[in-house]
């Protein structure tokens, strides 16, 4: 119950956020602007969370890598974006409305099958308004997909991702959540001013919605959920080490439902070419969690994901992990420290998550954030409990992350476009 109430409240104060109408509200973004640990400060926006960096997240591995350049910034932390409320003429607030009759449900498990099934059913309900693509296919031979919102022509491309890790697929709902949302509202609905068809014209929108949907099926249906009976033999095995290794005590129909990996028993998050093997711990073999692979891309999934982020510039990478209501933003030699600072400040305000600044390499993060092409780029935690978050969960974490699409391509937008940023 204690939830509930505190997930309304936070709903009113998106709203109230988001649609800029609540003096109180902007006066309390100022606030925030000027005090570093802000998140959990204040009434209405915070969870009643504690402040902490010591609460456990998903992803946190190693030591607090980069607090001071957090703490440095002292009375100048940015992050109080503006969000115009007028409504355009020919267009509603969608801001405070909701998808009526949804083709995306709150599933209580969110399958491969139904994500399909989404996307086919979106498609022919919004025909043309966005692409679906293929941008590569897991070892039990499931596709790995691309749908984008907007002109691929744009300057400013933003990309956000869900479930890398198996048993995190409740962001996989989100995400067709966002997507859907912004459907309905792409020819009525305005935000920031501006109507959302003109958003789209100037900012492009990429939605991988499921990067390991071999590790989801695992989590959600064990050994069945695998077609291949060489990978089964690779799961069985992952179990009788990480036993033996004293990496899980969980009887085996638990463990698997706890599988992060994907069906090779790499931990995708941990298998990108940046800072491989650093800071994490390795099993030495296939794993629920423990292995970052033989070699930084070894997998399909990542080489997918990988090719996609190099093939194009992108601004703003948002990637959907579980749980812990956090958001890393840093990483050692980050090239890209102060957009991404700025990004997670903005987004900690509007989902009322906590920073976090730890985390092991080899994340897609790392990647986007030390590669050639380095973009800003944040880890967001949903939820809170043990994985898989159970999906009564959803209602919250929707109101904390309904808008996170729509400020990422205005922060990517003001930044690149407008104030000229390279
Ligand atoms: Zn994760």
Redesign the pocket.
């Known amino acids: 119950m204690k939830f509930r109430l505190s997930a309304k409240k936070t709903v009113i104060a998106l709203l109230a956020l988001a649609m800029g109408t609540a003096p109180m509200a902007k006066a309390y973004i100022t606030a925030l602007a000027v005090s570093p640990g802000y998140v959990n400060s204040g009434p209405g926006v915070g969870l009643g969370m504690g402040t902490a960096d010591n609460q456990s997240t998903?992803?946190a591995g190693g030591a607090s890598l980069d607090a001071y350049a957090y703490q440095s910034t002292g009375g100048t932390a940015q992050g109080a974006m503006t969000i115009s409320t007028d409504i355009p003429s020919g267009c509603v607030d969608s801001c405070s409305m909701e998808v009526s009759d949804p083709v995306v449900a709150d599933e209580p498990m969110y399958t491969y099958d139904i994500l399909v099934e989404d996307i086919t059913s979106l498609q022919r309900r919004y025909p043309g308004r966005f692409t679906a693509r293929v941008i590569g296919s897991s070892a039990d031979g499931r596709s790995i997909y691309e749908l984008v919102l907007g002109d691929e022509k744009a300057a400013t491309h933003v990309l956000i991702d869900a479930s890398?890790?198996g048993r995190?697929y409740i962001t996989s709902n989100l995400c067709m959540k966002q997507l859907e949302y912004l459907l309905c509202y792409y020819d009525k609905g305005c935000f920031d001013g501006k109507p959302l068809r003109q958003w789209f014209s100037e900012v492009c929108l990429h939605f991988i919605p499921m990067v390991d949907p071999d590790g989801v099926s695992i989590s959600q249906f064990g050994l069945d959920g695998l077609k291949s009976e060489e990978l089964k033999e690779t799961v069985r095995n992952a179990y009788a080490a990480d036993a033996a290794a004293g990496y899980t005590g969980l009887d085996l129909p638990t463990y698997l439902q706890r599988w992060?990996a994907n069906a090779s028993g790499v931990n995708l998050?941990q298998n990108f070419n940046a800072m491989f093997g650093v800071d994490i711990v390795n099993a030495g073999g296939p794993s629920f969690s423990y292995y970052p692979g033989p070699y930084a891309g070894s997998e399909p999934e990542t080489r997918a994901l990988t090719a996609l982020y190099d093939s194009r510039i992108w601004r703003a990478v948002v990637n959907y992990?579980?749980q812990g209501q956090a958001i890393y933003w840093d990483i050692q030699n980050n090239k890209m420290r102060e957009h991404s600072r700025d990004l997670s400040n903005n987004l900690m305000m509007l989902t009322g998550y906590r920073k976090a600044v730890a985390g092991g390499g080899g994340g897609f993060k790392e990647y986007v954030q030390l590669c050639g092409r380095p973009a800003a780029s944040v880890t967001i935690?949903v939820g809170l409990g043990t994985c898989p978050l159970p999906s009564d969960q959803l209602p919250a974490i929707w109101a904390q992350n309904k808008f996170v699409p729509l400020y990422t391509m205005k922060w990517a937008y003001d930044k690149f476009v407008v104030k000229g940023d390279r």
């Open positions: 998903e992803e890398i890790h995190e992060k998050n992990h579980a935690e």
